[in-house]
Protein backbone atom coordinates (compact mmCIF):
# COMPACT_ATOMS: atom_id res chain seq x y z
CA UNK A 1 0.00 0.00 0.00
CA UNK A 2 1.74 3.44 -0.79
CA UNK A 3 1.76 5.69 1.61
CA UNK A 4 2.64 9.35 1.69
CA UNK A 5 3.40 11.34 4.04
CA UNK A 6 3.81 15.15 4.47
CA UNK A 7 5.88 17.22 7.00
CA UNK A 8 7.35 20.81 7.54
CA UNK A 9 4.79 22.74 7.16
CA UNK A 10 4.10 26.11 9.68
CA UNK A 11 3.65 29.56 9.94
CA UNK A 12 6.61 32.02 8.53
CA UNK A 13 6.43 35.37 7.59
CA UNK A 14 6.84 36.84 3.95
CA UNK A 15 9.89 36.52 2.68
CA UNK A 16 11.13 33.58 4.65
CA UNK A 17 11.80 29.76 3.74
CA UNK A 18 9.98 26.41 4.55
CA UNK A 19 11.29 23.35 3.38
CA UNK A 20 8.37 20.44 3.25
CA UNK A 21 8.98 16.75 3.05
CA UNK A 22 7.09 13.65 1.53
CA UNK A 23 8.35 10.33 3.08
CA UNK A 24 6.83 7.56 0.34
CA UNK A 25 6.33 4.09 1.27
CA UNK A 26 4.83 1.09 -0.42
CA UNK A 27 6.72 0.66 -3.51
CA UNK A 28 9.62 1.22 -5.81
CA UNK A 29 8.93 4.72 -7.25
CA UNK A 30 11.41 4.31 -10.25
CA UNK A 31 8.98 5.09 -13.34
CA UNK A 32 7.09 7.44 -10.88
CA UNK A 33 6.37 11.14 -10.81
CA UNK A 34 6.05 13.00 -7.54
CA UNK A 35 4.38 16.25 -7.26
CA UNK A 36 3.94 18.90 -5.04
CA UNK A 37 0.31 20.44 -5.19
CA UNK A 38 -1.56 23.31 -3.08
CA UNK A 39 -4.98 24.20 -1.91
CA UNK A 40 -5.85 27.27 -0.68
CA UNK A 41 -9.50 27.76 0.96
CA UNK A 42 -11.77 28.57 -1.43
CA UNK A 43 -9.56 27.99 -4.38
CA UNK A 44 -9.03 24.82 -6.61
CA UNK A 45 -5.97 22.57 -5.76
CA UNK A 46 -3.19 23.75 -7.92
CA UNK A 47 0.20 21.84 -9.44
CA UNK A 48 3.01 23.79 -8.10
CA UNK A 49 6.11 21.24 -8.88
CA UNK A 50 7.14 17.69 -9.99
CA UNK A 51 10.27 15.64 -10.10
CA UNK A 52 10.68 12.20 -11.69
CA UNK A 53 12.20 9.65 -9.54
CA UNK A 54 14.55 8.04 -11.48
CA UNK A 55 15.81 10.84 -13.23
CA UNK A 56 15.45 13.67 -11.13
CA UNK A 57 13.93 16.47 -13.95
CA UNK A 58 11.75 18.63 -12.42
CA UNK A 59 9.03 20.86 -13.57
CA UNK A 60 6.92 23.76 -12.07
CA UNK A 61 4.22 25.73 -11.99
CA UNK A 62 5.12 29.54 -13.50
CA UNK A 63 4.09 30.74 -9.95
CA UNK A 64 6.58 29.14 -8.11
CA UNK A 65 9.76 29.02 -10.86
CA UNK A 66 12.82 30.34 -8.95
CA UNK A 67 11.93 30.48 -5.78
CA UNK A 68 10.92 26.87 -5.03
CA UNK A 69 13.08 23.55 -5.49
CA UNK A 70 11.87 20.03 -5.81
CA UNK A 71 14.32 17.80 -4.81
CA UNK A 72 14.07 14.04 -4.02
CA UNK A 73 16.75 11.58 -1.81
CA UNK A 74 16.24 7.92 -3.06
CA UNK A 75 18.33 6.46 -0.12
CA UNK A 76 15.51 7.71 1.69
CA UNK A 77 12.82 7.67 0.00
CA UNK A 78 11.75 11.06 0.20
CA UNK A 79 11.15 14.35 -2.10
CA UNK A 80 11.65 17.48 -0.33
CA UNK A 81 10.16 21.48 -1.54
CA UNK A 82 12.19 23.87 -0.62
CA UNK A 83 10.33 27.01 -0.53
CA UNK A 84 11.85 30.39 -0.91
CA UNK A 85 10.71 34.30 -0.41
CA UNK A 86 7.41 33.58 0.75
CA UNK A 87 4.55 34.88 -0.44
CA UNK A 88 1.37 35.73 1.44
CA UNK A 89 -0.03 33.94 -1.48
CA UNK A 90 1.72 30.77 -1.37
CA UNK A 91 -0.09 29.81 2.10
CA UNK A 92 -2.19 26.49 1.12
CA UNK A 93 -2.09 22.96 2.21
CA UNK A 94 0.74 21.74 0.57
CA UNK A 95 -0.16 17.45 -0.78
CA UNK A 96 2.68 15.50 -2.32
CA UNK A 97 0.90 12.85 -4.99
CA UNK A 98 2.52 10.56 -7.15
CA UNK A 99 1.79 8.95 -10.19
CA UNK A 100 3.08 6.25 -12.73
CA UNK A 101 4.71 7.58 -16.29
CA UNK A 102 4.90 11.10 -17.37
CA UNK A 103 4.82 14.32 -15.38
CA UNK A 104 1.36 16.32 -15.11
CA UNK A 105 0.11 19.25 -13.48
CA UNK A 106 -3.47 17.73 -13.52
CA UNK A 107 -4.45 16.65 -10.01
CA UNK A 108 -6.91 13.87 -11.40
CA UNK A 109 -4.09 12.47 -13.41
CA UNK A 110 -2.36 11.21 -9.60
CA UNK A 111 -3.15 7.96 -8.10
CA UNK A 112 -1.47 8.47 -4.44
CA UNK A 113 -2.03 11.61 -1.99
CA UNK A 114 -0.65 11.95 1.17
CA UNK A 115 -2.92 14.48 3.45
CA UNK A 116 -1.23 17.69 3.38
CA UNK A 117 0.34 19.87 5.41
CA UNK A 118 -0.55 23.49 6.21
CA UNK A 119 2.11 26.53 5.34
CA UNK A 120 0.73 29.88 6.42
CA UNK A 121 2.60 33.10 5.10
CA UNK A 122 2.28 36.06 7.59
CA UNK A 123 2.78 39.59 5.82
Known amino acids: QVQLVESGGGLVQAGGSLRLSCAASGRTFSGYVMGWFRQAPGKEREFAAAIYWSSGDTYYADSVKGRFTISRDNAKNTVYLQMNSLLPEDAAVYYC????????????????WGKGTQVTVSS
Open 97 to 112: AARSGISSSWSNQYAY
